[in-house]
Antibody, heavy 119, light 108 residues
Framework: EVQLVQSGAEVKKPGESLKISCKGS????????IGWVRQMPGKGLEWMGI????????RYSPSFLGQVTISADKSIKTAYLQWSSLKASDTATYYC????????????WGQGTLVTVSS | SSELTQDPAVSVALGQTVVITCRGD??????ACWYQQRPGQAPLLVFH???NRPSGIPDRFSGANSGDTATLTITGAQAEDEAVYHC???????????FGAGTRLTVL
């Protein structure tokens, strides 16, 4: 069974750093792209970027380039999304999902990680 | 960059058929994918490509693509279909993937 399990909810202050995780199982993690998607409260889905864990090839949406860093550790089948300095506007639920690169469809999703940034 | 446009909300009577629409330039080159998102849950892929329904998705869900428009049809809507439906597709612009804003479906 394909599963993506994300790390738990976080409450942070503006300016703090954060790294959330997404652990894959039940499929070949290293040869499938992982995408990250943001959902701000009450809003739609926004594609942030993708990573190919096998060689860490990473692509970012222009909206998120320089704002976050996507990485992966293939040895432990885990992808990461990190911030060096959080802002209140980063408050959202973040999803990882297995993404088919050619078509853009995301077929298996993590449960989401709620990140709250508040002073 | 390309965008996908969806109606904010639609409603359907229980057991009737509803069509949810997604429009955008990227759909001229790529098929749409459709996701169902119930409150408090992660999105769930319900249809993608020319004619692909993931395992476990009821066959009352179907999709179609023509020009810059894609549709998701629910034939015989059930109460459990009440959710937000998001479309997305690949894109040739700097955003490799684009999403619509979502359509809230109410089953009456």
């Amino acid at each position: 069974e394909v599963q993506l399990v994300q790390s738990g909810a976080e409450v942070k202050k503006p300016g703090e750093s954060l790294k959330i995780s997404c652990k894959g199982s039940g499929y070949s993690f290293n040869t499938n792209w992982i995408g990250w998607v943001r959902q701000m409260p009450g809003k739609g889905l926004e594609w942030m970027g993708i990573i190919y864990p096998g060689d860490s090839d990473t692509r970012y949406s222009p909206s998120f380039l320089g704002q976050v860093t996507i990485s992966a550790d293939k040895s432990i089948k885990t992808a990461y999304l990190q911030w060096s300095s959080l802002k209140a506007s980063d408050t959202a639920t973040y999803y990882c999902a297995r993404q088919e690169a050619l078509t853009g469809h995301l077929d298996y999703w993590g449960q989401g990680t709620l990140v709250t940034v508040s002073s | 960059s390309s965008e996908l446009t969806q109606d904010p909300a639609v409603s359907v009577a229980l057991g009737q058929t509803v069509v949810i629409t997604c429009r955008g330039d990227s759909l001229r080159d790529y098929y749409a994918c459709w996701y169902q998102q119930r409150p408090g849950q992660a999105p769930l892929l319900v249809f993608h490509g020319e004619n692909n329904r993931p395992s476990g998705i009821p066959d009352r869900f179907s999709g179609a693509n023509s020009g810059d428009t894609a549709t998701l049809t629910i034939t015989g809507a059930q109460a459990e279909d009440e959710a937000v439906y998001h479309c997305n597709s690949r894109d040739n612009g700097p955003n490799l993937v684009v999403f619509g804003a979502g359509t809230r479906l109410t089953v009456l």
